[in-house]
Nanobody
Framework: QVQLVESGGGLVQAGGSLRLSCVASGRTFTNSAMGWFRQAPGKEREFVAFISWSGSTTYYSDSVKGRFTVSRDNAKNTLYLQMTSLKPEDTAVYYC??????????WGQGTQVTVSS
């Protein structure tokens, strides 16, 4: 079983930065691709970023490309999302997820990010 715990969310002004963390328990983290997703009030959950198990491959949604950076430290079982140049439309609950095969099967509880204008 895998447990994912996000942290690092909070309230920030537009243009500011935050770094989210996701700590994984279990032995599958180092062998698994990971993703970040977000869900704003009244909207569906959307993909934000992906990182392969080794960290060598990443990709991003168009809305965050150039502003967000996903990374991981497999020695610490931790996934990160560095967010810069934040905008009010980035306000959402952010979730990390672990991918097994073709699906994201394990999800964290989420961390709230609020960007004020």
């Amino acid at each position: 079983q895998v447990q994912l715990v996000e942290s690092g969310g909070g309230l920030v002004q537009a243009g500011g930065s935050l770094r989210l963390s996701c700590v994984a328990s279990g032995r599958t983290f180092t062998n698994s691709a990971m993703g970040w997703f977000r869900q704003a009030p009244g909207k569906e959950r959307e993909f934000v970023a992906f990182i392969s198990w080794s960290g060598s491959t990443t990709y991003y949604s168009d809305s965050v490309k150039g502003r967000f950076t996903v990374s991981r430290d497999n020695a610490k079982n931790t996934l990160y999302l560095q967010m810069t140049s934040l905008k009010p439309e980035d306000t959402a609950v952010y979730y990390c997820a672990l991918k097994t095969g073709v699906r994201y099967d394990y999800w964290g509880q989420g961390t709230q990010v609020t960007v004020s204008s």
